[in-house]
């Protein structure tokens, strides 16, 4: 897409970070991302307004008129999925306001970065929302079409399916996961990086039933449960979360490390 001076990152946890850790907070793929541009194109100035827990109406409303006022090159906007996850929310309404968001920033100038959901098909309880997530791509594939963004397509990355690239809070990705998209969201806006994110992980063993029986009863008791008990009284957990990188700013000469 030519060359990249600066750089807004726009969503929920996802693009926050979480649980990618840093010497300070979460570094995510968006900042590895950043700091991919950085080493191609020095001088890249970068923001993240990303909060975990956010609704795709609060990131439409909070987020994407603070982008589109700063004129940045490129926005990337991957927001959807607290919704979709949701029993009420219909694939086609969250898909509205997402195009909502897209058509504010093509406005301003900005190249727009999308991405499409993840296969959580062999997620428990996950699971269940398989098919509304594949209609939401579908619905995101025809968005980017119209406003001609570019597509980070995650549905079809098998490596990504391993367990071994998730936290185990299951919602979340790990350094690793975070990394490999980092490098994914670099090779399709045409930034070298020296890594391959199709890299296969180590042949694992199956687990045994009983053990892996134990090891969902331990995460429904431990992740699941409070998710559940945040839905039902109507909280989230960025109740009280701000931006980890409000403004754009250089990113000081940091470089992307695995």
């Known amino acids: 897409m030519g060359r990249i001076t600066s750089y807004i990152a726009l969503g929920d946890s996802f693009t926050e970070g979480l649980e990618d850790p840093a010497a300070v ?15 191609d194109q020095p001088g890249l100035r970068y923001a993240n307004l990303a909060v975990r ?34 029993p009420s929310a219909g694939p086609e309404i969250v898909a509205g306001k997402l195009e909502e968001g897209v058509a ?21 309880v996950m699971r269940l929302a398989h098919s509304k997530i594949e209609v939401y791509n579908l619905l995101i594939h025809d968005i980017a079409r119209r406003h ?8 079809p990355m098998r490596v990504l399916r391993d367990r071994r690239a ?21 090779e399709t806006l045409g930034v070298p990086v020296a890594e391959d994110w199709r890299s296969p992980y180590p042949p694992m063993r199956p687990q045994p039933w009983t053990d892996a029986r134990r090891e969902d009863l331990r995460w429904a008791r431990t992740y699941l449960r409070p998710w559940i008990a945040r839905r039902i009284n109507g909280t989230s957990s960025g109740d009280g979360v701000v931006a980890k990188r409000p403004d754009l700013s250089p990113l000081d000469g940091s470089k992307t490390s695995p």
Do not use: Y
């Open 25 to 39: 907070g979460f570094r995510g793929w968006a900042d590895r991302l950043a700091e991919h541009i950085e080493a």
């Open 53 to 86: 827990g956010k609704l795709i109406a609060e990131i439409v409303a909070e987020q994407v008129p603070v982008a589109a006022a700063a004129g940045a090159d490129l926005v990337s906007l991957c927001a959807g999925g607290n919704d979709i996850l949701r």
């Open 104 to 124: 504010a920033l093509a406005e301003s100038g900005a190249r727009v970065m999308l991405f499409t959901g993840f296969d959580l098909r062999r997620v428990p």
């Open 148 to 155: 001609s963004c570019v597509l980070v397509d995650l549905w």
């Open 166 to 186: 998730w936290d185990e809070d299951r919602l979340h990705l790990n350094s690793d996961g975070h990394r490999r998209v980092a490098l994914a969201a670099a």
